[in-house]
C-alpha cells in the first residue's frame, strides 16, 4: 500500500538521523571532546524509537507492504530506480534487530570507548553505519539494498581499522573490503541478470514477475547464484569467510554490533527477501544448504581451538551464519529469520560481554591468561553465561527453539545428512562455548598481578545493555517461537513467504525426538567442555599431541588466509607486477621508444646524403626520375 | 551572420573568450605583480564559471540540437564558419572545464615558484582551447581549438613539469600529434566526399554528420577519428603517454589533463565516431568493447603496483575511461542502450571531479613530502586527519561506492556491456573488484601505518590542510555526492543528445553483425584499399 503520512516521516527519519548524527559528529566532534557522544546517541535513540514504531506498523498491518517512493534516483534510458522503500513484516524485525541492538551498542560504547583519543570519530562512523544499515533493509530495490549493503561494507572498513595505526588493524579492515567487494561482484552481475530479465529492480515487479514464470529457469539458477555469491561475501560463508576473524581487530562493540548482530546478517537478509527467486531454483537452494552447513561446521572446528576470545565468537558467528543458510536452503525460511533474530541478540550480547572481560583484563584478549573472573564480573558473568546457554541451545534459552527449527527442518525434509552434520555442530559449540565460559570465568585466574589487581566490573553503561540484552537472549524463543514451526513468527512472517507448507509440530512424535537429541547433544557438548577444560584439564594437550595434523589445522583456520596469500593474491600480484614491468615497459612502451629511436635511426644513415655538393643532388634526381619512368612503365604495362 | 538567438548575446564566446581576455588583462597589468595576475585569473574563471553554470540553467533539457548557437562566416571561399553552439553532452563538459579551471587556480596559488605569471596565462590559454573544442560546431574551428589546446598544456608539462618533464613532454605532443594528424586527414576526405558528392562545401558538424558516408570512407575516416580520439581517452595500448605526462606534469596540469583532456577521447567519438560514421561504428563495437574491457582490467592492475602515488592515480584512469569507451560503444551495439552511454558520459563527469581531486590530493601530499613514493609515507592520517578524509572520500568516490559519483556511471556502463556481451561485463566487473583493492592499499600505506616501526618520519613536517586547500576541494566534495545522489541533474541533460546519436546509428544495427561478419567487413575493406 502507498504509505501514510507518518509511516513516510518515520522511514524518512530512521535512516536519517543518524546520517545527521554521523555529519555532525564529524564536523564538531571533536571540539565536544568526552562529550561527543551526546549528539549521535540521542540520534540513534530516535531513531531505535521509531523502529519499534515500524515494527508495530508491520504488526498492525502484517498483510499489507508499506511502499514510498520518494524520488528518482537514476533515470537512463529504459533502466530505472528510485529512492524507494518498504516496510513489511520482514522489514519490521530487521528494523528490530537493527534498531535497539544498535541503540544499545551506542549506549554501551560510552563506557567502552571511554578515553579513546579517536571518541567522537567513534561515534560518527557507528552513526553512519547505522544509516547504511537501516537504508539496506528499507530499501524496496536490489539497488538500493546494495547501497545500503555497500554503505556498511564502508562502516566497517573504517571500524575495523580505527586504530588504523596498528599495520593489523588496517590490514584487516582492508582485506574485509576487498574480500566484500569478490562477492559484490556477483550481486552486481545478478542485478544485471534481473534488470534484462524483469526490467526492474524494485522488489515487487521482480517478484511478480519471477512469480509469472517470466525468467527462464536457468537464467534464474544463475541469478540466485550470483546473489548468493554476494551474501557469502558478507554473511562470511566459505570461501570468503576469511575477513570475519580478522576483523575483530575493530574495538568490541564494532564486533557486536556490525560483525553478530546486523551486518553480517544482511546476506542472510537478502537471500531471504529473494524468496520469490529462490523457491524457483533447486540448484540454488541445494548451493545454499550445502554452501551453510560446510561453513557452519568448518568453522565450529576451527573455533575449538582458537584462544582469542573475540575468534572463538567470531567463528561461531560464522558457523551460526552457515547454520541460517541451511535454514534457507532447506526451505526453513521462517527458522532462518528466527535464527537470525535470536542470534542477533545472543551474539551480540556474548560479543559486548567479552568487551567487557577485555575491559576487565586491561585488554587482554588470550583466554589462557584468564580464569576466575566469575567473582570479580559477576553481571558479565551471568549476562554472558545465558548468551552462551542460547548459542549452544539450551531449553528454554531464545538459540535453542531456533536452531531446532532449523535441524528439525533438515530431518523432516529427508537431508539426513545435512541433519547429523548439524547435531556435531551442536555437539562442538558446545564444547568450544564452554571451553570459553570455563577458561574465561573458572579455575585460577592466570594473568600477571598486576592486570589482577585492576580487574573490575564495567560502569552501569556498559553493563545495563547486557543485562537488557540478555532478557531477550534468554526469553525471545518462548515469546515468538513456541510452539515450534507455528509460533508467533511464523504467523507474522507469513505474509513474505507465502506458500510454506509445514505440518503442525508434535511434542509427543517426531518433533519432540528430534528435539530432544539436539537437547542432549548440546548438553553432552557442555559437559565435555566441563570434563576437558575443568577436570583433566591435560587431556586436551594429550589429543593435540595425538592428532597433531588435525589440531594445527584447526589453530591455524585450515590454513586458507595461506592458501589465498598465494592463489589469488600472490597470483594477481605477479601478474599485475609482469603487466607492469613487461608488457607496459618493454613491449608498449618499448615499441614507442623504438619507433622513436628509428626514426633517429633513419636520420642519422640519411644524414651523409647532405652532402651540400650539387653534382651529388643532381645524380639524385636523375637517379629518381629513371626510378620513377621504370615504375610508372611497369604500372602502365601490367 | 547571427549571435545566439537564444538569449540576445554570445554566451559561449564568452565563455570561451574570457580567459583570453584575462590573459591580455594580466599581459597589460599584471607583469612582476602576483597577487594582481592570481586575482585577474581567478576572477575570470569565476566569471567564466558562474557563465557556464547560468548556461546550464538556461539550457533546455527538451530540445535536440544545438543550443546558445552562434554562426558567422570566417573562411569564405571554403565555407569555413565560426560556429558555436552546445547539445546536452557538450554543456556538462563546458560546465565540468570551467569548474576545474577556478580549481586550479586556487590549487596553484603557491605552488609555481619559476615564472609564475607564464603559469597562470598558460592555464587561462588552455582553458580556451578547452571550452572551444566543446563548443565548436564548425570541423575545422573545432581542429584548430583541438590543436591550439595543446600548445599550453605543452608548456604545462615541459617548464613547469618535473625532472622527466622533457621527455614527458614530448611524448605527450607526438602522441597527440599522430592522432591530430590521421583527424586531418580524415576531416579533409570526409569534407570533400560532400563536395563531391553534393557540391557544397560545408565543415558544419550538424550538416557533416547527417550525410550517408560509403561504408569504405566510414571504415577509414572512422579508424582515423577513433585513433586519434583512442590515444586522448588513453585506450589500451596507446596509454603509456599518460603515466609519463601526469608523473611530470605540476598538480594543475594533472587536474586538467585526467578532468578534462581525457574526456575529450569520448567526446570525440560521440560527436564525430558515432553520428558520422554510424556503419563502421557498429563494425567495430566487439573491438572497442574488448579493447576497453582489457583496459579496465588491465589499468586496475598496473595501478596495483605502482610505488608512484601519482602514476597509480594515472593508471586508473586508464581502467576507469575504459568504462567509458566500453559503455559507449556497447550501447550502440544490438538494438541501441542509452542506459550505456548515458553511463559512460557520467563517468566522464565523475572522473572529472574524483581524478581530479585525487591528484589534488596527491599534489597536496608532495607539498608536504616532497616525495611521491608510498613507501615514503604512512600514518599521515596522524598529522592530517583532515587530508585523510578527504583522500578517503575520494577514493571511495573512485572505487565506486553507491552514493558518490562514481558508482551510477560504472554500474550503467557496466549495465550496456552486460546487455552486450555478458562475459565481457564479468571481467569488466573485476575491475571494480581491483579499484577497491589498488585504492584501499593505497590509502593504508599512505594514510594508516603499514611500516611496523609505529613512527611517523620525524622529517614529515605536516601540516594538515588548509583553508584554501579545503576551498579547492569542496566544489568536487558536492558534486560526486550530488551525482551520486540525485544523478537525474545530470542525466536530464543527455537524454535528448543521445537519443540523437541512437537514432542515427540504430539502422545500422540491423543490417550489420557483430563477431565474424566485422572481421569479414574488415578484411573486405583492407581489399578495398588496394
Known sequence: MEGTGYMKIAVALIPLLPLLGFIVTLLFGKRWGKHAHIFPVAMVTISAVLSVYGFEWAFRHQEETFVWNAFTWIAAGQFTVPWGFQVDTLTGVMLLVVGVIGMLVHYYSIGYMHGDEGYYRFFAYLNLFMFAMFVLILADSYLLLFLGWEGVGLCSYLLISFWFRKKSASQAGKKAFIVNRVGDFGFTLAMFAIFVATGTLQFTGVFEAAEKGEIAPSLMTWICLLLFTGAIGKSAQFPLHVWLPDAMEGPTPVSALIHAATMVNAGVYMVARSYPLFIQSDTAMTVVMVVGIFTSIFAAYIAITQNDIKKVIAYSTISSLGLMFVALGAGAWVAGIFYLFAHGFFKGLMFLCSGSVIHAMGGEQDMRKMGGLRKKIPITFWTMLIGALSMVGVIPFAGFWAKDEILGATFIDGYYLVWAVGLLIVLLTGIYVFRLIFLTFFGENRSDAEVQAHIHESPPVMTVPLILLSIPALGLGLLVGVPPESGWLHGFLEPVFFDLEHEPFTWIGEGGALMGVSLVLALVGIAIAWWLYMRQTDVPGRIAERVPWAYKASLNKVYMDDIYAVVPVGATLGFAGWLWTFVDAKIIDGAVNGIALLWGWIGDRLRPIQTGRVQNYALYVFGGMIALVVVLAWVWGS | ?530
Open chain 2, 1 to 530: 551572420m547571427s549571435w545566439s538567438d537564444q538569449i540576445g548575446f554570445p554566451l559561449l564566446s564568452v565563455i570561451t573568450f574570457l580567459p583570453l581576455a584575462g590573459v591580455v588583462l594580466i599581459l597589460l597589468v599584471g607583469r612582476g605583480k602576483p597577487v594582481v595576475y592570481k586575482v585577474i585569473s581567478l576572477i575570470v574563471t569565476l566569471a567564466a564559471f558562474a557563465l557556464s553554470a547560468w548556461m546550464l540553467f538556461a539550457f533546455k533539457t527538451k530540445l535536440p540540437g544545438m543550443q546558445f548557437a552562434e554562426n558567422i562566416s570566417w573562411i569564405k571561399p571554403l565555407n569555413i564558419r565560426y560556429g558555436m553552439g552546445v547539445d546536452g553532452i557538450a554543456a556538462l563538459l563546458v560546465f565540468l572545464t570551467t569548474l576545474l579551471g577556478v580549481i586550479v587556480i586556487i590549487a596553484s596559488w603557491n605552488y609555481v615558484k619559476d615564472r609564475e605569471l607564464g603559469f597562470f596565462v598558460s592555464l587561462l590559454l588552455l582553458q580556451v582551447g578547452m571550452v572551444g573544442v566543446f563548443c565548436a560546431t564548425d570541423l575545422f574551428l573545432f581542429y584548430v581549438f583541438w590543436e591550439a589546446m595543446l600548445i599550453p598544456m605543452y608548456f604545462i608539462i615541459g617548464v613547469w613539469g618535473g625532472p622527466r618533464r622533457i621527455y614527458a613532454a614530448i611524448k605527450f605532443f607526438l602522441f597527440t600529434l599522430i592522432g591530430s594528424l590521421l583527424m586531418l586527414l580524415a576531416i579533409i576526405a570526409v569534407v570533400y566526399y560532400v563536395k563531391d558528392s553534393s557540391g557544397a562545401l560545408t565543415f558544419d558538424i550538424q550538416a557533416l554528420s547527417k550525410v550517408v558516408y560509403s561504408y569504405h570512407l566510414q571504415f577509414w575516416a572512422f579508424l582515423a577519428f577513433f585513433v586519434a580520439f583512442a590515444i586522448k581517452v588513453p585506450m589500451f595500448p596507446v596509454h603509456t603517454w599518460l603515466p609519463d605526462a601526469h608523473v611530470e606534469a605540476p598538480t594543475a596540469g594533472s587536474v586538467i589533463l585526467a578532468g578534462v583532456l581525457l574526456k575529450m577521447g569520448g567526446y570525440g567519438m560521440l560527436r564525430f565516431c558515432l553520428p558520422f560514421f554510424p556503419d563502421a561504428a557498429v563494425t567495430f563495437v566487439p573491438w572497442v568493447v574488448g579493447l576497453s574491457v582489457v583496459a579496465i582490467v588491465y589499468g586496475a592492475l598496473v595501478s596495483l603496483m605502482q610505488k608512484d602515488l601519482k602514476k597509480l592515480v594515472a593508471y586508473s584512469s586508464v581502467s576507469h575511461m575504459g568504462f567509458v569507451t566500453a559503455g559507449i560503444f556497447a550501447g550502440i551495439a544490438l538494438v541501441g542502450n542509452a542506459a550505456g552511454i548515458e553511463g559512460a558520459i557520467l563517468v566522464m563527469l565523475s572522473h572529472g571531479f574524483l581524478t581530479g581531486a585525487l591528484f589534488l590530493m596527491v599534489g597536496f601530499i608532495y607539498e608536504r613530502t616532497h616525495t611521491r613514493l608510498i613507501a615514503d609515507m604512512g600514518s599521515l592520517a596522524k598529522p592530517m586527519p583532515i587530508a585523510a578524509g578527504f583522500l578517503l572520500f575520494f577514493a571511495f568516490g573512485s572505487l565506486g561506492l553507491p552514493g558518490l559519483s562514481g558508482f551510477v556511471g560504472e554500474f550503467l556502463s557496466l549495465f550496456g556491456v552486460f546487455e552486450y556481451s555478458r562475459w565481457m561485463a564479468a571481467v569488466a566487473a573485476l575491475g571494480v573488484i581491483l579499484a577497491a583493492a589498488y585504492l584501499l592499499w593505497m590509502f593504508q600505506r599512505t594514510m594508516f601505518n603499514d611500516r611496523g616501526d609505529d613512527e611517523v618520519k620525524p622529517s614529515f613536517a605536516l601540516k594538515d590542510l588548509g583553508l584554501r586547500e579545503i576551498v579547492s576541494l569542496l566544489p568536487l566534495v558536492v558534486f560526486v555526492i550530488w551525482m551520486g545522489v540525485y544523478p537525474q541533474t545530470f542525466l536530464e541533460f543527455l537524454h535528448v543528445p543521445v537519443q540523437v546519436i541512437l537514432h542515427r546509428v540504430t539502422p545500422s544495427l540491423n543490417d550489420t553483425s557483430a563477431g565474424i561478419g566485422a572481421l569479414a567487413q574488415l578484411v573486405d575493406s583492407v581489399r578495398g584499399l588496394f
